[in-house]
């Protein structure tokens, strides 16, 4: 789907689950037949102390309905979003917790024995009072939940949206960690906020085009299809303050030839 930078501000294509089951069966097949779905039940229990199933956002709903008990070989997290885990968590009731009405925490960071920290890593959390404008979903922080509840440790945003997180990994897991992982090209582009736009036009000329998994304009994945290349975008971040770019195609003949496209275009993008 070609559409203008204006108009993915405008209207921007939403993430469904069909359409990114769909982008994962095209890069590699087999890759969903081990999800496994959220029971009715497991879901309206999740949802209950947030005020129900519509306070969940319904990207986050699908994505229950759709791999909530299991991802299957598919690793989105170091930890995990089982929601059996979720619900288990849930009944240790001496733990204090974030207001309920305002934070729903979605992925349980791995316990690691020796990690650099001592401790397990991060959570992911939606913040349910920052929805998105279409109402489908919500901004989401990184940090422990019991840093959030004592109001210490940093809050980091390393993903606006559930979306935005779940468009990047899919990508990333499907896409550029595929063998050999050296075959994936990395860009580090400018500073300035006009480079995600300029990227995202230079692309679209070449023959890019939108995926299955829409796009914001934090994260737009785009593909070209006689190339059978993807390409990813991503708008600066207080963490990462450079636009960046991935890119990987099937065959390395038909990467190369566009990585001496963007190369030669790359200090132009870049704003030099």
């Known amino acids: 789907m070609q559409m203008t930078w204006s108009k993915l501000l405008e209207a921007p294509p939403p993430l469904s689950m069909p359409g990114l089951l769909s982008f994962m069966e095209r890069w590699k097949p087999g890759s969903t037949q081990d999800f496994k779905p959220a029971t009715a039940d497991q879901i309206a229990a999740l949802a209950k102390p947030h005020g129900g199933l519509n306070a969940l956002p319904h990207v986050y709903r699908e994505f229950l309905e759709t791999m909530g008990a299991s991802t299957g070989s598919l690793r989105l997290t170091f930890g995990t979003t089982s929601i059996s885990a979720l619900l288990e968590d849930r009944e240790d009731l001496q733990r204090e917790r974030p207001d309920a009405r305002q934070y729903l925490r979605f992925t349980i960071g791995e316990e690691e024995e020796f990690n650099s920290t001592g401790r397990r890593d991060t959570d992911d959390i939606f913040e349910l009072f920052r929805p998105t404008p279409d109402g489908r979903d919500a901004a989401i922080i990184r940090i422990h939940e019991e840093d959030l509840v004592r109001g210490k440790g940093e809050v980091e945003r390393p993903f606006p949206t559930f979306s935005d997180w779940l468009r990047t990994i899919i990508v990333s897991r ?78 390395k003949a038909q990467q190369r030839i566009l990585v001496e496209v963007i190369s030669d275009h790359e200090e132009e993008l870049s704003g030099g």
């Open 174 to 251: 499907i896409v550029f960690d595929a063998e050999p992982e050296n075959q994936t090209e990395y860009y580090s582009l400018g500073r300035k906020p006009e480079t995600p736009a300029k990227t995202y036009d230079f692309l679209t000329r070449l023959g890019f085009s939108l995926t299955e998994l829409g796009a914001s304009s934090e994260v737009v994945p785009l593909e070209h299809t006689e190339y059978g290349a993807i390409a990813l975008i991503r708008a600066p971040t207080a963490s990462i303050p450079r636009t960046g770019l991935r890119l990987r195609a099937r065959d």
